[in-house]
């Protein structure tokens, strides 16, 4: 592909509230979804901008004039404000880009996008290097908003409103969107509080729940006491007034000696809800105490003891209590979405929170967690969340190579559909049949739809993005922009979460972002010292950064620590083989293929290796059967870096792409 770099306005659109628009009329969402893509069309030819792509509901696009940019900007929001009006929040800046035929990158897009993010409905914000394009002209007036500092953006930056009478124009200081630090210390001295202690009686919108503190005398009941509490998480995660904190960044935190000021700031939230749990046969005491972080004041307590089988109950009297407090409304309609997929076999329930525990866990837990969702389902057949926790229990089996891909991906796709066709207002099968279709089915059409249903349900299950991100868009459709834009839609979900950024890691490592790779893959560590993903997408990059040495010392550590898991091995194979340690090599390979027989090791990856040892007939014999298996690895090798000039210099590997058949076209993204 060929890549130039120019000087560009950029700017961003979206529909805001579209989701829940489409919840409450199809037909509606549609209707604005149209108009809005109409008048950009219209007014984008009038002003001489590019429409580069549509998302969903909103847009990226460039001008070569900053000026007509903003004029373009004004024209439309004008227009939208007429009937059909749609909601629109628009962000310009202007910056130097990489344009690579139909996708644009660089620093200058994601602050443009971060703007954005930004926006309230109606107005037009443009960063400081746009105002001092249009400080000139006399038609247009525009006032500063606030100094912030943006995430993954170095310098703080000046958000400025475009001032016009037909235009919404928030006052200075109170936009919030994708920062990490909302005001400058200046302005945050000189405004008044607008949240915990504020004297303007605003409600309290943000919350972080975080694992309960075990006190049974059982250390195996920790599943359980994380459970509840995650559980108590979802249930409010389905109020779309309430920001919650995502699960995975919360249970970073240890409700015993945890410094709620420091949860409140690196969660962005005002308050938390922390807890106890005994359980002592089937008798129950949950305590629960909702803190604001500012002055550590407990706004509201309570204490539950009841039987065993009252826990759901006790949830959703959590749950409601909390919204009581933070001057939320718990809607009837909303009552049926706190517990779907839901169960009232208290037994099932408990198994199914242990199941979770150990998938989250990932490795040989998997296995586990495989086990306790089937008990549960036998237990209720007609529990939807069991059976999605199954479907992914079997997915991640298959994927990490502990179990036969055409064994276990048939069990998922079963369970996923039944989860569905138990609770069709689920959003969480739809990811499960993402992956399925992806890895394991080929159907990439059915796929990225799965995808995309699932985030249009629950834009904030951040499991969609990383696999719609890591596996779909980066390994499948080598569309590295938009996988980009979905590893750091999940780390703004779960900025604490290791998966996340070891799978963000893969997908800059396979973008060939070597050294952006590095840094997620050592944060990902610093949350988690045992990440494998994160080991050995670092390993991965010190290869492709020639760092010989370095690339073994991490395999070594990685196969030793992984006590010689066939995914870690390969790798250290490889790293051997560059460096020419071929006798290393060759003892481990053999190794690999004399356990064939007595446990589940990966074809596609017994075929890398013997492409790295310049077996190529071997190796396109095991990348035959890995075809037949429907072996996951195999989608790795159109766009990974770890595939060596060999065996892509052979005839036969393009047929056996053609033969996987990857999609040429390209497809909207979310």
């Known amino acids: 592909m060929s890549q130039h770099r120019q000087l560009s306005a950029i700017m961003f659109t979206d529909v805001e509230g579209y989701t829940a628009i489409m919840e409450e009329s199809e037909d509606r969402a549609l209707i604005l979804k149209n108009r809005h893509r109409d008048v950009l069309q219209k007014e984008h030819t009038r002003y001489n901008g590019r429409i580069i792509q549509y998302y969903g509901d909103g847009s990226l696009s460039i001008f070569q004039s900053a000026v007509e940019a903003v004029e373009c900007a004004l024209a439309m ?12 929040r628009m962000g310009i800046h202007i910056g130097d880009i990489i344009f690579d035929e139909d996708q644009i990158f660089g620093d200058g897009v994601n602050l443009a996008s971060r703007i954005e993010s930004m926006g309230v409905a109606g107005s037009v914000l443009i960063s400081d290097k746009v105002n001092d394009e249009i400080n000139n002209h006399p038609s247009f007036k525009t006032y500063s908003a606030g100094i912030y500092q943006f995430k993954n953006v170095k310098r703080k930056v000046e958000v400025f409103v475009l001032d016009h009478e037909k235009l919404v124009k928030p006052e200075h200081g109170t936009l919030q969107g994708k920062t990490s630090e909302k005001k400058s210390a200046a302005d945050a001295a000189s405004r008044p509080k607008k949240d915990l202690g504020s004297t303007d009686n605003k409600p309290l919108r943000s919350i972080a729940v975080l694992p309960f503190v075990n006190l049974s005398n059982d250390p195996e009941q920790e599943y359980f006491s994380a459970g509840v509490a995650e559980e108590i998480l979802n249930s409010l995660a389905s109020i779309k007034e309430l920001k919650v904190a995502a699960s995975t960044s ?10 709620l000021k420091e949860v409140g700031q690196k969660l962005g939230v005002s308050t938390v809800l922390e807890g106890s749990v005994r359980k002592h046969g089937n008798r129950l005491r949950v305590t629960v105490q909702l803190v604001n972080v500012e002055d550590g004041f407990h706004l509201w307590s309570e204490k539950f003891d009841r039987k065993f089988e009252d826990i759901f109950a006790i949830q959703d009297e959590i749950a409601r209590g909390v919204t009581e407090k933070l001057k939320l409304t718990l809607l009837d309609n909303r009552k049926s979405i706190v517990s779907k997929g839901r169960t009232k076999n208290s037994e099932a329930y408990e198994l199914y929170l242990k199941g979770r525990y150990h998938i989250n866990k990932r490795g040989v837990s998997i296995l586990t967690g495989i086990h306790c969702f089937q008990l549960a389902i036998d237990l209720d057949p007609d529990f939807a969340l069991a059976h999605t926790g199954y479907a992914d229990a079997n997915l991640m089996a298959a994927f990490y190579g502990l179990l036969p891909a055409k064994q276990v ?3 998922a796709k079963k ?3 039944m989860a569905l066709k138990i609770d069709a207002s689920l959003c969480e099968p739809y990811c499960s049949l993402g992956c399925y279709y992806t890895c394991f089915e080929w159907n990439w ?3 990225e739809r799965c995808f995309i249903t ?7 299950y951040t499991q969609a993005h990383y696999w719609y991100g890591g596996l779909f868009l980066t390994w499948v459709k080598g569309d590295f922009f938009r996988a980009e834009t979905h590893g750091r839609i999940a780390l703004e979900l779960e900025p604490l979460s290791s998966i996340c950024f070891g799978m963000f890691g893969s997908i800059l490592h396979t973008s060939g972002k070597f050294k952006e790779a590095f840094e997620a893959c050592k944060t990902g560590l610093e949350l988690d010292s045992d990440s494998f993903i994160c080991h050995l997408f670092l390993g991965w990059r010190a290869l492709s950064l020639h760092k ?22 390969n790798a250290l194979i490889v790293a051997y083989c560059i460096v020419w340690k071929f006798h290393k090599a060759t003892e481990l390979r053999e190794d690999l293929k004399e356990r064939l027989g007595k446990e589940y090791v990966s074809f596609a990856v017994l075929g890398l290796t013997a492409a790295y040892i310049d077996e190529l007939d071997e190796a396109f014999d095991y990348f035959d059967k890995a075809f037949e298996d429907r072996d ?17 210099e052979d005839e036969r590997f393009q047929r056996l792409l053609d033969k996987v058949g990857f999609p040429e076209a390209k497809v909207a993204a979310v």
């Open 77 to 88: 929001q004008q227009l939208f404000t007429s009937e059909p009006k749609v909601p629109v």
């Open 250 to 259: 919360s249970s970073q935190f240890n409700a015993k000696d945890a410094d």
């Open 409 to 411: 991906a048939p069990r």
């Open 415 to 417: 369970s996923a559909e």
């Open 445 to 447: 059409k059915e796929a």
């Open 454 to 460: 699932c985030i249009e349900r629950n834009p904030r």
């Open 548 to 569: 010989f040495e370095e690339a073994v010392q991490i395999f070594e550590q990685l196969h030793k620590a992984t006590r010689g898991y066939h995914l870690s091995q």
């Open 632 to 648: 996951p690895m195999l989608l790795s090798l159109k766009h990974e870096h770890w595939v060596p000039d060999n065996l892509k």
